[in-house]
T-cell receptor, first 111, second 115 residues
Framework: AQTVTQSQPEMSVQEAETVTLSCTYD???????LFWYKQPPSRQMILVIR??????QNATENRFSVNFQKAAKSFSLKISDSQLGDAAMYFC????????FGKGITLSVRP | GAVVSQHPSRVICKSGTSVKIECRSL??????MFWYRQFPKQSLMLMAT?????????EQGVEKDKFLINHASLTLSTLTVTSAHPEDSSFYIC???????????FGAGTRLSVL
């Protein structure tokens, strides 16, 4: 079975600074997808970024980018120029047919 | 992006009653819909996967007679919590996707409180 590990329960970042959220996963599959989802206090799940495992190039979406290390089974999220609206719970997720979520990390942004 | 509507957003019911939650894909056809349960400050736990026109597949430990799922069309799935009890109180979230390679889009969730 696939597992997703987010070992840091909480992180804090100063507004305008950069923060990296860690995620590792375990799978025997070669074709899969990885996601980062954001869940603000409203609890609406919002897709932040997606990475296809067969693509070596790291995905980027504006201020959000990933460092995908397939051999190491690592998938970290970097948030640049952090904004107050980035404060939320962030979930790393693995998918080959259904999503397996990590435990999540609560990110706070200091003004 | 694709929009998934979930209704109601909040429901309070008495113990022993049944509650139905609807999940609709508004601007795309969802071949597969998923139902999750989330406790405060915890991750999402997959309860079941439903494909249009077929029986839902339940995760281990989820009672299929307690949580009835119907996926009658490509845009609508429903979750019915039957004979609800206080321990069923939780946040329920649905999601939908078009195919296995596509992104899951989430509804806004339903907070169920059973008195």
């Amino acid at each position: 079975a696939q597992t997703v590990t987010q070992s840091q329960p909480e992180m804090s970042v100063q507004e305008a600074e950069t923060v990296t959220l860690s995620c590792t996963y375990d799978t025997s599959e070669s074709d899969y997808y990885l996601f980062w989802y954001k869940q603000p206090p409203s609890r609406q799940m919002i897709l932040v970024i997606r990475q296809e495992a067969y693509k070596q190039q790291n995905a980027t979406e504006n201020r959000f980018s990933v460092n995908f290390q397939k051999a190491a089974k690592s998938f970290s999220l970097k948030i640049s120029d952090s904004q107050l609206g980035d404060a939320a719970m962030y979930f790393c997720a693995y998918s080959n047919s259904k999503l397996t979520f990590g435990k999540g990390i609560t990110l706070s942004v200091r003004p | 992006g694709a929009v998934v509507s979930q209704h109601p957003s909040r429901v309070i019911c008495k113990s022993g009653t049944s509650v139905k939650i609807e999940c609709r894909s508004l601007d795309f056809q969802a071949t597969t819909m998923f139902w999750y349960r989330q406790f405060p400050k915890q991750s999402l736990m997959l309860m079941a996967t439903s494909n249009e026109g077929s029986k839902a597949t339940y995760e281990q430990g989820v009672e299929k007679d307690k949580f009835l799922i119907n996926h009658a069309s490509l845009t609508l799935s429903t979750l019915t919590v039957t004979s609800a009890h206080p321990e069923d109180s939780s946040f329920y979230i649905c999601s939908a996707r078009t195919n296995t390679k596509d992104i899951q889009y989430f509804g806004a969730g339903t907070r169920l409180s059973v008195l």
